[in-house]
């Protein structure tokens, strides 16, 4: 009976799939990574609905750096009523408000700090240094400045489309697309760079 609970436990199916070989194993880790970032997805779909409540007040504007990839004629169609909306309540003298940014950028973040950290002790059991989570930071700023741009361009793309019910569940849609984009990114680089698995004890001793 014991046996049994522990080849249906998540250690006894990692032990499963690592005696069928590098690539079943593989394929498992890619399965909790896919279940981990639904997990993060649902995070960030959360949190991005919600901090516009309380970031949707703040007016001080983007630093010129970040101008140049938030710029306003390319996020926003003012052509449409929804663009103008945005445009109203996120754009000041031409440029895009933290308002905007934040929402994105924090939800983005807190969801995939939580996925590292949960990767890292079930996806691929690394022993990772603290220092990889710093390069991972790094990472996923430059990461989510691109999704968040992703995010707002796609928005103001579902924006022009002819359904209103469809409007509605934009940024929804938007989270969606980017947790994708960055599932695709950070499978390769956690498993074979930042959260490299741990090495058997025999092979330490070694």
Same mark, same amino acid.
């Given at each position: 009976?014991?046996?049994?609970?522990?080849?249906?436990?998540?250690?006894?199916?990692?032990?499963?799939?690592?005696?069928?070989?590098?690539?079943?194993?593989?394929?498992?880790?890619? *399965?909790?990574?896919?279940?981990? %970032?639904?997990?993060?997805?649902?995070?960030?779909?959360?949190?991005?609905?919600?901090?516009?409540?309380?970031?949707?007040?703040?007016?001080?504007?983007?630093?010129?750096?970040?101008?140049?990839?938030?710029?306003?004629?390319?996020?926003?169609?003012?052509?449409?009523?929804?663009?103008?909306?945005?445009?109203?309540?996120?754009?000041?003298?031409?440029?895009?408000?933290?308002?905007?940014?934040?929402?994105?950028?924090? %939800?983005?973040?807190?969801?995939?700090?939580?996925?590292?950290?949960?990767?890292?002790?079930?996806?691929?059991? %690394?022993?990772?240094?603290?220092?990889?989570?710093?390069?991972?930071?790094?990472?996923?700023?430059?990461?989510?400045?691109? %999704?968040?741009?992703?995010?707002?361009?796609?928005? !103001?793309?579902?924006?022009?489309?002819?359904?209103?019910?469809?409007?509605?569940?934009?940024?929804?849609?938007?989270?969606?697309?980017? !947790?994708?984009?960055?599932?695709?990114?950070?499978?390769?680089?956690?498993?074979? *760079?930042?959260?490299?698995?741990?090495?058997?004890?025999?092979?330490?001793?070694?």
């Amino acid at each position: 009976m014991a046996d049994e609970k522990k080849k249906i436990s998540l250690g006894g199916i990692d032990g499963a799939a690592e005696e069928k070989g590098s690539f079943i194993k593989t394929v498992w880790q890619l *399965v909790k990574f896919l279940v981990v %970032s639904g997990l993060v997805t649902i995070i960030q779909l959360v949190l991005a609905n919600v901090l516009p409540f309380i970031f949707d007040g703040v007016t001080a504007t983007l630093p010129a750096f970040l101008q140049g990839i938030f710029n306003p004629d390319l996020i926003f169609d003012a052509t449409t009523a929804k663009g103008a909306e945005q445009i109203a309540k996120y754009v000041v003298g031409g440029v895009v408000t933290w308002g905007y940014l934040l929402p994105f950028f924090l %939800s983005n973040l807190i969801a995939n700090i939580y996925g590292f950290y949960q990767n890292k002790k079930t996806t691929f059991k %690394s022993d990772a240094p603290w220092y990889n989570f710093a390069i991972y930071i790094v990472l996923m700023i430059a990461l989510i400045l691109f %999704s968040t741009w992703f995010q707002g361009w796609l928005v !103001g793309v579902i924006a022009k489309a002819p359904w209103a019910w469809l409007n509605g569940l934009a940024r929804t849609i938007a989270g969606l697309a980017a !947790g994708f984009v960055q599932m695709v990114i950070l499978f390769p680089i956690e498993k074979f *760079v930042l959260l490299k698995e741990k090495k058997p004890a025999e092979e330490t001793a070694e």
